[in-house]
């Protein structure tokens, strides 16, 4: 069984940052990608990042790139989200999701809310 507990929501000005910590339990040496979404309530859940098992390939949604990082620390099996420049449309919850071969394991997400 894997489990994920994502950290590190708030609400935080415009322009300011936060990092999001996203803690994986179980199997951890065979999961593959792992990703960051978000979801504003009414709309679908969006990725918004993903690293690779070994954390050398990394991919980012347009509306984030240059703004977000994602990375990962193998020996304390923890992902995370250094998000930078913050808008007023990054509000959403965000989440981490784990792969384990076909298998979707997903955190059940921390809130973050930038407004002034």
């Known amino acids: 069984q894997v489990q994920l507990v994502e950290s590190g929501g708030g609400l935080v000005q415009p322009g300011g940052s936060l990092r999001l910590s996203c803690a994986v339990s179980?199997?951890?040496?065979?999961?593959?990608?792992m990703s960051w979404y978000r979801q504003v309530p009414g709309k679908e859940r969006e990725v918004v990042a993903r690293?690779?098992?070994?954390?050398?390939?990394?991919d980012y949604a347009e509306s984030v790139r240059g703004r977000f990082t994602i990375s990962k620390d193998n020996v304390k099996n923890t992902i995370y989200l250094q998000m930078n420049s913050l808008k007023p449309e990054d509000t959403a919850v965000y989440y981490c999701?784990?792969?384990?071969?076909?298998?979707?394991?997903w955190g059940k997400g921390t809130p973050v809310t930038v407004s002034s």
């Open positions: 999701k784990a792969l384990l071969g076909v298998l979707e394991y």
């Open positions: 179980g199997f951890t040496s065979r999961l593959s990608v």
């Open positions: 690293i690779s098992s070994g954390g050398g390939s990394t």
